[in-house]
């Protein structure tokens, strides 16, 4: 009598209950071993981005040109003499700075991935003024005027494609590769300015030819600046700290034009060595591959417990009214086959992108269950309810997957609705008559 008492609590729905919550909460775990499979394949992917842009060009910055005058200043010890001679330079930005940028941009593949390269032409114009050094807090400062000399910055030097040349009021300039000083930039041109007056205003013209890869930048350096870019790419992000006060993108490509002053940014026009950092002002586009699979597949995974949740109770429902026992390993059947979607719809987006590769992964895991359903019951109508479930179930994971700004308020109005259907479901169950 005892064994049978106990076998009749095993076999009892509330029983079974509490086996499939313990199981629905275990099966989670390879719900986060699939999260690490993606997380790979997006590290892998970036990998093989870096690789290109390597190759061919990395994201580039253009900032410049910038005057730059040396000076030193003898400073004064305790007894009021000459101590120390100090060094430093001195930084002029032009007073207007117009950018006038091509990109051709090209699409690179290996393998399964792909990244958007570009060849861009850029034009550098603008005028300086003369220096006015009275704007600088330096008492008895010695200039070296006939050391001073330009900088452009240019954030992946492997990029330059051609023989630049500075023309400073029609006389062409010898460039130098690398920057004098790293006040600025990193990287970049040097030109030498001592054969010029630096006391008349010096009109300024460059054209560089530029490799890189998916973003292109200029820093908005000119007391007034204006910058423009255009394309035949169809897909641009803006980015930056200034959008375009005028943009168009059509199915041809697109044009942006930026104008900003010095007024809209934190830097005066001058100021000694590493006062300041001119990358605040920068801006310009990106060129995107909408490639978003592994974010999208990653956010399905984390509707796993959902899934297996809502089909556990559902399967408890079609127990207890069809009368036909299910096991807790078919249960686990179920769950794992809700799993393998997701490996699924990561591993087919790769190749064919994530739309269409939903559409399959959740048609071949609806199907693979209803005809579990029907193997185990026989009953064309349980199974309607099953593939019903299912369906209803990835339309409302692919609606909230599409959404961006309303995805939380549409997720949790789905939940609600859910909640109220099992509601009403578990009134037509019977709970305690387990004959």
């Given at each position: 009598?005892?064994t049978?008492g106990?076998?009749?609590i095993?076999?009892?729905y509330?029983?079974?209950?509490?086996?499939?919550?313990i199981?629905?909460?275990?099966?989670?775990?390879?719900?986060?071993?699939?999260q690490?499979?993606?997380?790979?394949?997006?590290?892998?992917?970036?990998k093989?981005?870096?690789?290109?842009?390597?190759q061919?060009?990395?994201?580039q910055?253009?900032?410049?040109?910038v005057?730059n005058v040396?000076f030193s200043v003898?400073e004064m010890?305790?007894?009021?003499?000459?101590?120390?001679?100090?060094?430093?330079?001195?930084?002029?930005?032009p007073e207007?700075?117009?950018?006038?940028?091509v990109l051709?941009?090209?699409t690179r593949?290996?393998g399964?991935?792909k990244v958007?390269?570009?060849?861009?032409k850029?034009?550098?114009k603008?005028?300086?003024?003369?220096?006015?050094v009275?704007?600088?807090?330096?008492?008895n400062?010695?200039?070296?005027?006939?050391a001073?000399?330009?900088?452009?910055g240019?954030?992946?030097?492997?990029?330059?494609?051609?023989?630049p040349e500075?023309?400073?009021?029609?006389?062409k300039?010898i460039v130098?590769p690398?920057?004098?000083?790293?006040d600025?930039f990193?990287?970049?041109?040097?030109i030498?300015?001592?054969?010029?007056?630096?006391n008349?205003?010096m009109n300024f013209?460059i054209?560089?030819?530029?490799?890189?890869?998916?973003?292109?930048?200029v820093?908005?350096?000119?007391?007034?600046?204006?910058?423009?870019?255009?394309?035949?790419?169809?897909?641009?992000?803006f980015?930056?700290?200034?959008?375009?006060?005028?943009r168009e993108?059509?199915?041809?490509g697109?044009?942006?034009?930026?104008?900003?002053?010095?007024?809209?940014?934190?830097?005066?026009?001058?100021?000694?060595?590493q006062?300041?950092?001119t990358?605040?002002?920068?801006l310009g586009?990106?060129?995107?591959?909408?490639?978003?699979?592994?974010q999208?597949?990653m956010?399905?995974v984390?509707?796993a417990?959902?899934?297996?949740?809502?089909?556990?109770?559902i399967?408890?429902?079609?127990e207890?009214k069809?009368?036909?026992?299910?096991?807790?390993f078919?249960?686990?059947?179920?769950a794992?086959?809700l799993l393998?979607?997701?490996s699924?719809?990561?591993?087919?987006?790769?190749q064919i992108?994530?739309?269409?590769?939903?559409?399959?992964?959740?048609?071949?895991?609806?199907l693979?269950?209803?005809?579990?359903?029907f193997?185990?019951?026989?009953?064309?109508?349980?199974v309607?309810w099953?593939t019903l479930?299912?369906?209803?179930?990835?339309?409302f994971?692919?609606?909230?997957l599409?959404?961006q700004d309303?995805?939380?308020?549409?997720?949790?109005?789905?939940?609600?609705?859910?909640?109220?259907i099992?509601m009403?479901?578990?009134?037509?169950?019977?709970?305690?008559?387990?004959?």
């Open positions: 009598m005892e049978k106990i076998q009749q095993l076999n009892s509330s029983m079974k209950m509490v086996i499939v919550s199981l629905a909460i275990l099966l989670l775990i390879p719900s986060f071993l699939i690490d499979v993606i997380r790979e394949r997006i590290a892998l992917s970036e093989v981005k870096n690789e290109l842009y390597t061919w060009g990395g994201k910055v253009v900032a410049g040109p005057l040396p003898m010890g305790d007894n009021k003499q000459p101590a120390n001679d100090k060094h430093g330079v001195v930084h002029f930005l207007t700075f117009t950018t006038d940028a051709y941009p090209e593949k290996r399964i991935y958007v390269v570009y060849e861009g850029i034009i550098l603008g005028s300086f003024v003369q220096p006015d009275s704007k600088l807090d330096l008492k400062a010695q200039y070296i005027w006939d001073a000399y330009f900088t452009i240019v954030s992946d030097m492997r990029g330059i494609k051609n023989l500075l023309i400073v009021n029609g006389d300039c130098e690398g920057v004098a000083d790293t600025l990193q990287s970049g041109i040097t030498k300015a001592n054969s010029h007056d630096l008349q205003p013209e054209e560089l030819v530029l490799n890189g890869s998916e973003d292109l930048s820093e908005a350096l000119g007391k007034t600046s204006e910058i423009s870019m255009k394309s035949d790419w169809t897909q641009p992000s980015s930056g700290s200034f959008l375009p006060s005028q993108v059509t199915p041809n697109f044009t942006a034009d930026w104008k900003v002053t010095h007024l809209n940014r934190n830097f005066p026009q001058q100021w000694i060595d006062k300041y950092n990358h605040e002002a920068k586009v990106e060129l995107l591959i909408p490639v978003d699979h592994y999208k597949s956010r399905s984390k509707y417990i959902l899934f297996i949740a809502l089909n556990f109770i399967f408890i429902f079609v207890i069809s009368r036909v026992r299910i096991h807790p078919q249960y686990s059947l179920v794992f086959a393998v979607f997701y699924l719809l990561t591993s087919i987006g790769e992108g994530f739309n269409l590769a939903y559409l399959i992964s959740a048609m071949a895991v609806t693979l269950i209803s005809w579990y359903v193997t185990m019951m026989k009953d064309r109508r349980m309607g099953v479930l299912q369906t209803g179930l990835y339309l994971l692919f609606t909230i599409q959404l309303y995805a939380l308020l549409a997720g949790s109005i789905g939940l609600f609705v859910i909640l109220a099992l009403r479901a578990s009134q037509h169950i019977k709970w305690y008559s387990e004959g």
